[in-house]
C-alpha cells in the first residue's frame, strides 16, 4: 500500500522541517564532513530505497538529500507513522509488524522496487544488510546493492571462512576450532581441548545475539543451547564455533573504505569496550589504547584483509586487543556500523556519502595520508532499558515526553523517534544514538555528561542512569577499560548512581530547596495552606530528606535539613552538618523538563518526574531517578511512630524481567525444583532469557504457556 507524498508532508511539514534546521545547525557538511566536500556535478543516483526502518533509515535518507537524491521508504503495519516513513519522499507498507513478514520479507520489498523505480537500495545495518541471496536478486533485476559485492559478504559473513580468509591474509587470529560444532557434547569437548574460557558464537551472528561464554562444561554445555536457539531465531543459521576467550579484551575495531577499483583506506579505530551481553553500550574514537605503531598496524592488517577478499564498500574489520598490546582478528562487519558517527567526527568524512559514491563506481577521492584524525567523540547508546536488570533488558512503552540535547554545542542524535514513538517487542530497543564531540576526551565527556543530564525521555525505562555513571566513574575517565568492565564495575549490578557525600548532600539540598519552593508558590495561590509547615517559621525551615528508598544511598537514611530561605534572591542557605548555598535562576520553574540549580557555585541540570503534596517526589539527578520524600518535622515525628511494612518472601514468585515471548517452560505443577533450575525461557529483540528458581520448592502454579506474549514483571510461576 502506497502512503501519499502529500499527505504525509501535510501532516508532519513543520516536525520535518524543524529536524533539518537542527541538522543544518549542528551538522553541516563545512563543520562536521571538513573533509568531505560533495561534487554535485559527479554522477550519481536518482532514488534509492532504504531497506530498514528507524534511526539508521533516517540516518541515510539525511545523507540522501543533502546529495538530491529522492528516498523511498518502507515500513510494517506497526511503524506506519515512524519518522523515517515520514522524511522519505514516497513510504510503501511491506508487512505486518514481525519482522520476518515485513523488514525481511524479499518478495515485498522487490516489489516495492518494481513499483517506485528505484535505482539502488541502501540496507543500512541488521535485517537484510548481510543477505547474499538478497543483493543476488537485485543484481538479477539490475539494481544497485549499496553495500560490498556478493562474495565479500559471504565471505566475511561466515565467522568460520573468515578467519581461514584471514590467515592467509596474514592477519592475527584467535586460537579456536577451525569448524563446526557437532553437538553439546562436542561443544564441551572442544573447550576442554582448546581451555577455558572459550567463547561460543553463532557463524552467521552478529550483534551480540548467539553469543555465550563459557568458563566450565556445564556453562559450555548451556552456551552451546541458548546460542543454537538464538542463531536460529537471528539469523535462521544453527551453525556454531567455538574459539579461546581473550581475557581482559579491548574490543577495538577499525573502519574501511573501498571501491571498486583496487582503492583501499582506513578511518582509524573505535574503542567499542564497553559491552553488555556481548552488545555495544559506549563507544569512542579514537582509542586511548592504541598508540600510532600499533594503530598503523591494525589499519594496514584491516586493508589487507578487506583487499584479500575484493571489498568494495564500508565496512569494519572488529579486532580484540589484549593487554599487551597483541590484536587478533574477531570478525568483519561488511555494512555500516551503528557506531559509525565517531568516526565521521573525528575524520570529517561522510561514510554514507561514500558508501553511494562507491556504489555508483566512483574512485575514492581520499588516500591513506589524507586521512586526520582530529579531537575525540563518544557514542552512548540510549536504549529502552532496564538498566538495573542484568545492565539493560528490554522495556516497551510510549514516549510522553521527548526532548533530545541538540541545543548543546557539538552534540549530535541520531534518532528515529520523536514524542508519542511506541517502543515496541518486535525491533531492536535503541531509541537515540547520543554523539558528543570535543577537541580532547575531556571535553568530550563533558558535554557527554551534560548531554546526558539534558535528555529528557518520559514514559518509558531508559539507560541514562548507566550511561550517566560510566562515563563520570574514575576508571573509565581514565580509561582504564575493557569488555569485562560492566562486571567488573558493579560486580552486583548497576544499583544507580555512584553517590559520594558532596552528591548526596546537594541531592539532599535541591529536593528541600524545591519543596520549600513548591510551599512559597502555593502561598501566592492558595488561601488555606494544606502544607504542613509552620505558618510562624517563614523564613526558617526544618526539613528531614528521606532517601531510604534508593539502595545506592541506604546508608543515608534520613537527614536533618535546617534551610533559610530569601524569596527575593532565590537563594536558599541549607545546613546539612555544612552549609550549602543553593541559587535558583529567575524565571525558575518547576514545570520545566530541566532545572539548573547552582549549589556552592557549582551547576547541577536535574528532572522533576513528579512531586507530590505530601513531599513524595522523583528527581533525576546526574542521570539516576531518586525516590524522596521531604518532610517538616510535625509529620517526620508521626512517621516515626509508624511500624515498617513486613517484607515479602519473592523468591517463591518468577516474574518476567522484561515484556517478552514465552519460548520454553521446563517444569510442571507438582514439579519439585531446586534453586538455580531452569523454569522457562523468555525471548525478546531476539535474545533468549533462561528464568531460574530462587530457592527450592514445589511448582504450584504456572500462569503462561509456550507461544504466550508477556509483560515485565508479569507472574510467570509460582512455588511452594
Known amino acids: 500500500m502506497f502512503l501519499s507524498n502529500t499527505r504525509h508532508f501535510l501532516n508532519y511539514s513543520i516536525h520535518i522541517n524543524t529536524k533539518r534546521l537542527i541538522f543544518s545547525r549542528k551538522f553541516s557538511t563545512k563543520s562536521l564532513y571538513f573533509a568531505d566536500e560533495f561534487d554535485s556535478n559527479e554522477e550519481r543516483f536518482n532514488k534509492v530505497l532504504i531497506a530498514n526502518r528507524g534511526e539508521i533509515a533516517c540516518r541515510v535518507i539525511r545523507t540522501c538529500k543533502s546529495m538530491g537524491i529522492k528516498t523511498v521508504a518502507i515500513y510494517s503495519e506497526i511503524d506506519s507513522r515512524t519518522l523515517h516513513v515520514q522524511h522519505a519522499d514516497e513510504a510503501y507498507c511491506v508487512g505486518p509488524a514481525p519482522s520476518s513478514q515485513s ?140 574459539e579461546k576467550f581473550i581475557e581482559e579484551p579491548r574490543h577495538i575495531e577499525i573502519q574501511v573504505l573501498c571501491d571498486k577499483h583496487g582503492n583501499g583506506i582506513h578511518l582509524n579505530e573505535r574503542e567499542c569496550s564497553i559491552q553488555r551481553r556481548n552488545q555495544k553500550v559506549i563507544e569512542e574514537a579514537p582509542s586511548t589504547f592504541l598508540d600510532p605503531s600499533l594503530r598503523k598496524a591494525m589499519g594496514e592488517q584491516a586493508i589487507a584483509l578487506a583487499k584479500n577478499v575484493g571489498y568494495d564498500s564500508a565496512g569494519t574489520v572488529e579486532f580484540l586487543v589484549d593487554k599487551n598490546k597483541h590484536f587478533y582478528f574477531l570478525e568483519m562487519n561488511t555494512r555500516l556500523q551503528v557506531e559509525h558517527p565517531i568516526t565521521e567526527y573525528t575524520c570529517g568524512i561522510d561514510i554514507v556519502h561514500q558508501m553511494l559514491r562507491v556504489a555508483k563506481g566512483h574512485k575514492l577521492k581520499h588516500t591513506q595520508k589524507d586521512i586526520e584524525l582530529r579531537g575525540w567523540a563518544f557514542e552512548s547508546r540510549v536504549y529502552a532499558e532496564n538498566p538495573y536488570k542484568n545492565f539493560g533488558l528490554p522495556s516497551i512503552g510510549r514516549l510522553t515526553r521527548y526532548r533530545e540535547p541538540t541545543f548543546i554545542e557539538n552534540v549530535r542524535c541520531d534518532s528515529g523517534v520523536t514524542e508519542g514513538s511506541d517502543i515496541n517487542i518486535y525491533y531492536d530497543p535503541l531509541i537515540c544514538k547520543l554523539i558528543t564531540y570535543g577537541k580532547d576526551r575531556n571535553e568530550a565527556l563533558a558535554t557527554m555528561a551534560k548531554s546526558l543530564d539534558n535528555y529528557v525521555i518520559r514514559g518509558l525505562t531508559h539507560n541514562i542512569p548507566l550511561l550517566r555513571d560510566i562515563i563520570t566513574e574514575p576508571n573509565f575517565v581514565d580509561g582504564h577499560i575493557d569488555t569485562k568492565y560492566l562486571p567488573r564495575i558493579y560486580p552486583d549490578g548497576f544499583k544507580g548512581n555512584h553517590m559520594n557525600s558532596e552528591s548526596i548532600n546537594s541531592l539532599v539540598a535541591i529536593a528541600a530547596s524545591m519543596f520549600l519552593r513548591k510551599y512559597y508558590r502555593s502561598k501566592h495561590y492558595v488561601e488555606n495552606d494544606t502544607i504542613p509547615l509552620d ?64 549549589i556552592n557555585e557549582k551547576i547541577y541540570t536535574v528532572q522533576l518526574i513528579s512531586f507530590g503534596h505530601d513531599g513524595y517526589c522523583q528527581i533525576q539527578f546526574e542521570g539516576t531517578i531518586f525516590n524522596i520524600r521531604v518532610l517538616n518535622e510535625k509529620s517526620y515525628k508521626y512517621l516515626q511512630m509508624i511500624p515498617p511494612k513486613p517484607k515479602i518472601d519473592a523468591s517463591k514468585i518468577i516474574k518476567s524481567p522484561m515484556p517478552g515471548v514465552v519460548k520454553s517452560i521446563a517444569v510442571q505443577i507438582d514439579d519439585m525444583v531446586n534453586e538455580g533450575q531452569e523454569l522457562c525461557v523468555i525471548e525478546a529483540m531476539k535474545m533468549q532469557n533462561s528464568m531460574i528458581a530462587e530457592s527450592s520448592g514445589k511448582v504450584c502454579k504456572i500462569n503462561c504457556k509456550i507461544g504466550d506474549t508477556v509483560e515485565g514483571e508479569q507472574i510467570l510461576l509460582q512455588l511452594e
Open 103 to 242: 523488514y525481511l520479507n524479499v518478495d515485498a520489498i522487490l516489489d516495492v522496487i518494481k513499483k517506485s523505480g528505484t535505482e539502488a537500495v541502501h540496507p543500512g545495518y541488521g535485517f537484510l544488510s548481510e543477505n547474499t541471496d538478497f543483493a543476488k536478486k537485485l543484481d538479477d533485476m539490475g539494481i544497485v546493492f549499496v553495500g560490498p559485492n556478493s562474495h565479500s559478504v559471504h565471505a566475511m559473513g561466515d565467522k568460520i571462512e573468515s578467519k581461514l580468509i584471514a590467515n592467509k591474509a596474514k592477519v592475527n587470529t584467535i586460537p579456536g576450532f577451525e569448524g563446526i560444532i557437532k553437538d553439546a557434547e562436542h561443544c564441551v569437548q572442544l573447550a576442554r581441548e582448546i581451555g577455558y574460557p572459550v567463547m561460543i558464537k553463532a557463524s552467521a551472528g552478529g550483534g551480540g545475539k548467539g553469543m555465550r561464554m563459557a568458563y566450565n562444561d556445564q556453562e559450555a554445555y548451556e552456551g552451546f543451547r541458548f546460542s543454537k536457539n538464538e542463531a536460529i531465531s537471528s539469523f535462521n543459521d544453527d551453525r556454531l564455533l567455538i
Open 535 to 598: 505558618e510562624e517559621s517563614i523564613k526558617k525551615h526544618t526539613l528531614y530528606v528521606d532517601l531510604s528508598e534508593n539502595l545506592n544511598i541506604a546508608d543515608q537514611q534520613v537527614m536533618k535539613t535546617d534551610i533559610e530561605f530569601n524569596e527575593n534572591s532565590n537563594q536558599f542557605k541549607i545546613n546539612i552538618g555544612e552549609e550549602f548555598i543553593a541559587e535558583l535562576p529567575s524565571n525558575f520553574s518547576l514545570a520545566s523538563l530541566t532545572l539548573d540549580f547552582k
